[in-house]
């Protein structure tokens, strides 16, 4: 198993620009979610889905689509860049939301620059 | 809503040094906690977790203990190495099983 895989793994956009970034998991895991991480404010929750199809919003969704035609993929859309997006962003996924095995496993990380 | 504070680091110990990283939460009820670490250009893994009160998630060392009365989730261990060396976040899992994550901190273990 690959786990969770996320590309690019840098990206330096300017202010206005759009771009996707990927997330793919291999372990037909149906929660999958999307974190942003800053300085001094830890991990917080942009987006999640809790199977193909079904999406919601987390702490900080503004600026930010997302949408899973797919178990495997959970692809997250800076729609018009800001310098406020500069961040590392985090894909994560577990077999279940509320029950069983809950540990997330997390992908490596996209580090963004917005100039 | 639910909150997560863990103290502030860097948190800098010399090789075989007792380590102890407090957290506290502030949700109701008995939320599920954890201890993520996150290695130098790395994602999180999950190192411990303890889903009622009283118990003790350990792995690889590390220890913690969930205290209902204290609302405190404690990282400890009893001897530090440089391969420790890394940045650990605590995280609970809230009423609508969103994980909440403390803004981490970091450790450097000198040899």
């Known amino acids: 198993n690959a786990g969770v895989t996320q590309t690019p793994k840098f990206q330096v956009l300017k202010t206005g620009q759009s771009m996707t970034l990927q997330c793919a998991q291999d372990?037909?895991?149906?929660?999958m979610s999307w974190y942003r991480q800053d300085p001094g404010m830890g991990l917080r929750l942009i987006h999640y889905?809790?199977?193909?199809?079904?999406?919601d919003q987390g702490e900080v969704p503004n600026g930010y689509n997302v949408s899973r035609s797919t178990t495997e993929d959970f692809p997250l859309r800076l729609l018009s860049a800001a310098p406020s997006q500069t961040s590392v962003y985090f894909c994560?996924?577990?077999?279940?939301?509320?029950?069983?095995?809950?540990?997330?496993?997390f992908g490596p990380g996209t580090r963004l620059t917005v100039t | 809503g639910d909150s997560v504070t863990q103290m502030e680091g860097p948190v800098t110990l010399s090789e075989e040094a007792f380590l102890t990283i407090n957290c506290t939460y502030t949700a109701t009820g008995y939320p599920s906690l954890f201890w993520y670490v996150q290695y130098p250009g790395e994602g999180l893994q999950l190192l411990l977790k303890a889903t009622k009160a009283d118990d003790k998630g350990s792995n690889k060392g590390f220890e913690a203990t969930y205290r209902k009365e204290t609302t405190s989730f404690h990282l400890e261990k009893g001897s530090v190495q440089v391969s420790d060396s890394a940045v650990y976040f605590c995280?609970?899992?809230?009423?609508?099983?969103?994980?909440?994550f403390g803004s981490g901190t970091r450790l450097l273990v000198r040899p």
């Open positions: 995280a609970e899992r809230d009423s609508s099983y969103k994980l909440i």
């Open positions: 372990m037909n895991h149906e929660y």
């Open positions: 889905s809790v199977g193909a199809g079904i999406t």
């Open positions: 994560a996924s577990s077999y279940s939301r509320t029950g069983g095995s809950y540990e997330q496993y």
